[in-house]
C-alpha cells in the first residue's frame, strides 16, 4: 500500500492533485482543508491512505496526520465511504470536526453538505468513544479548563447569522491577524462582517 507521496505538483482541480513522483504521475483526492495548505505549485508532501478495490485503486491525500486520522475514522462509521469522509472534512476543520463528536454537537456536523441529522447521529455514536481513546479530544475535554477563544467565538457569530463556517474562518483569521491587540468579540464581529461585505 502507499502510505505517502513526495513529488510536484502537475495539475491542481477542486477536490484533486496529479502528482509526479519521478515521472509517475499519481491522482490523488483531497480535501479544501489540505488543498488549501498546499503550494500553488512545486514540491509537495503527502500522507496517503490507499483505497484498494476489485477494478481500481484510490489513493486520499492528507497534509497531516490529524486529518488522515480523523478520515479513517469517518470510514470506519457504518454507511460513511470513502468520498463522503473527504467531503465531511472538506466542510469542517479538523478541529471542528473533532470538538463537534466529542461535544456530541448534532447541529454542527448537520451543517456539512451531504450530512443529514441520522448520518450525524451515527457519527457521534460510533466515533465519541474512539476519539476519546485516541486521544484526539482537546484539552477542554480531559478535565483541563480551556476557555473559549476569541477566534471561536467569532466564528460561531458568523455562522449564527447564516455565514458557511469554512468562509466565517478565513475571514475571522484573516481580520484577527490584520487587528489591534486588544479587541473584543463585538469589535471581531464588526470587522469580520465588513470584511465579508467586500
Known sequence: ???SLRGTILKKEINRLIVDVSGVGYEVAVSLNTMESLPGEGDVFLHIYTVLRENSLELYGFHDNEE???FELLISVSGIGPRTSLSILSGVSPTNFRDAVVNGD???LT???GIGKKSA???LVELKDKMKKLGLQRASDTGVSTPSTLEEDVISSLVNLGYKERLAE???KKVLHNAKQEITPAEAVKLALKELMK
Open 106 to 108: 448534532v447541529h454542527r
Open 121 to 123: 447521529e451515527r457519527i
Open 68 to 70: 488522515k486520522s480523523l
Open 170 to 172: 478565513a475571514t475571522v
Open 111 to 113: 451543517r456539512i453538505p
Open 1 to 3: 500500500m502507499i502510505a
